[in-house]
């Protein structure tokens, strides 16, 4: 029998994330010692939304705590799709630049895949590019995407075994579920899952959610997962930042996971909390990214 926690066993994500900033900002020390510039991360960001200017804030205060250069370029919803591209098409070419990232969602005018497919894949640091998400699929080398990166160093990093261990994926997004799907699959020390993926068609989504021993919410719908659907003792990712308004907030809002915590988190032997379980470590991995990028650890420099 499982055991069942009466105080949930917290996965910190956000010193987890602080450990390894620290670890790229002794690799920036290294680099900038033997002459080269500081790695220089760019990001261009559209409109006024509200959780991606926080989102992009927060990305560019990471890479100051780091030591890297960081560009914020700003436009307002009406950018046509082809004054964005030819952003794109400027920072592919800036040398300046070692990787960039465009924040997503776009405004509906503007094609989002196409904007992506025009990133230069070496300069991709968010590893949204086909040729990224290829390369990961084969199992070659690639920037890899953020958080799923970020899911599966946190287990590793808190010592939660995977291998052999049966993950549901509950949502298949091309920026989590899906990639996070693969990777997790991957003959890694840090992945070897045996893993179902869930989405809006699944029959008997409770019934295949109860039999995980890790269990990934990415769905983005505010307490989704609730205690019916959680073995006693598995290990619960939850990857929801939906914002509700909260009046009691200074801001108005709170993030909401897509777990039911106070249902899930005794049931569970290791929970994530939103927030500060899965956010601070997709930036973590944004910086590492943008550290290979700029040291030609994927793809040689010319
Ligand atoms: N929107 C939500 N998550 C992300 C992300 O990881 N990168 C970008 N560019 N946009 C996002």
């Known amino acids: 029998m499982a055991d069942i926690h009466v105080a949930p066993h917290l996965i910190d994500g956000k010193q987890t994330a602080e450990d390894i900033k620290v670890e790229i900002a002794a690799a920036v020390v290294k680099l900038t010692a033997t002459g080269q510039r500081p790695p220089h991360l760019a990001a261009i960001l559209v409109g006024h939304d509200g959780g991606s200017e926080t989102y992009v804030r ?168 609730t205690a019916d659907m959680v073995k006693p003792g598995a290990v619960v990712i939850d990857v929801g930042t939906t914002r509700v308004t909260d009046a009691n907030k200074k801001s108005g809002f709170s993030l909401k996971g897509d777990v039911n915590f106070a249902e899930v988190a005794p049931l569970a032997s290791r929970i994530t909390p939103v927030p500060g379980g899965v956010g601070p470590m997709t930036i973590a991995m944004l910086l590492l990214n943008t550290l290979r990028a700029a040291t030609g650890a994927v793809y040689p420099k010319a």
């Open 58 to 225: 927060n990305k560019v205060l990471a890479c100051e705590r780091v030591g890297y250069d960081s560009t914020l370029l700003r436009f307002e919803d009406d950018i046509t799709e082809a004054d964005l591209l030819a952003q794109v098409g400027a920072l592919n070419d800036d040398p300046a630049i070692d990787g960039f990232i465009v924040q997503l969602p776009l405004p509906k005018h503007i094609d989002a895949e196409k904007v992506i497919e025009a990133i230069r894949p070496d300069k991709d640091v968010d590893g949204f590019h086909p040729m990224n998400l290829g390369r990961m699929v084969a199992g070659l080398p690639a920037l890899l995407p953020a958080t799923p990166s970020g899911i599966v160093e946190l287990m590793a990093r808190q010592g939660i075994k995977t291998s052999g261990q049966h993950c549901v994926v509950i949502g298949r997004s091309n920026i989590v579920g899906t990639p996070v799907s693969i990777l997790l699959a991957k003959n890694l020390e840090t992945a070897n899952c045996t893993v179902t993926l869930c989405h809006s068609r699944t029959k008997n989504l409770a019934e295949i959610v109860r039999q995980a021993d890790i269990i990934v919410a990415a769905i983005g719908r505010p307490e989704f997962v």
